[in-house]
């Protein structure tokens, strides 16, 4: 079983910044971010691969996110500049336990979750 810890959470003004910090208990594949807003199905956000550094994004987000990790420390930071209002929703962080090729936007793809933070952008 591989823990995770989210961090970072908040209300924030929209154009603001914010910093997500996940913490994990183990690393194999990758360590993502998924968000989802009320009513709203849980969406992908951005991803790093742990043994390349390779990064995904979703399109929504791509020039305003940014991931990095720390490999030695199981930690992956999430970014995000420029905050917009369609940014709220509850931050989800994810883990996947194997290497190889896998589409980082599916959900399936990531074996542990943690619990979420909550983003809030206001006017």
């Known amino acids: 079983q591989v823990h995770l810890a989210e961090s970072g959470g908040g209300l924030v003004q929209a154009g603001g910044v914010l910093s997500l910090s996940c913490a994990a208990s183990?690393?194999?594949?990758?360590m993502a971010w998924f968000r989802q807003a009320p009513g709203e199905e849980r969406e992908f956000v951005a991803a790093i691969r742990w043994g390349t550094g390779d990064m995904d994004f979703a399109y929504s987000v791509k020039g305003r996110f940014t991931i990095s990790r720390n490999n030695a420390k199981n930690t992956a930071n999430l970014q995000i500049n420029s905050l917009r209002l369609e940014d709220t929703g509850v931050y989800y962080c994810?883990?996947?336990?194997?290497?190889?090729?896998?589409?980082?936007?599916?959900?399936?793809?990531?074996?542990?979750w943690g619990q979420g933070t909550q983003v809030t952008v206001s006017l």
């Open positions: 994810a883990v996947r336990m194997q290497n190889g090729f896998f589409f980082a936007h599916l959900p399936e793809n990531f074996d542990f």
């Open positions: 183990e690393v194999i594949g990758a």
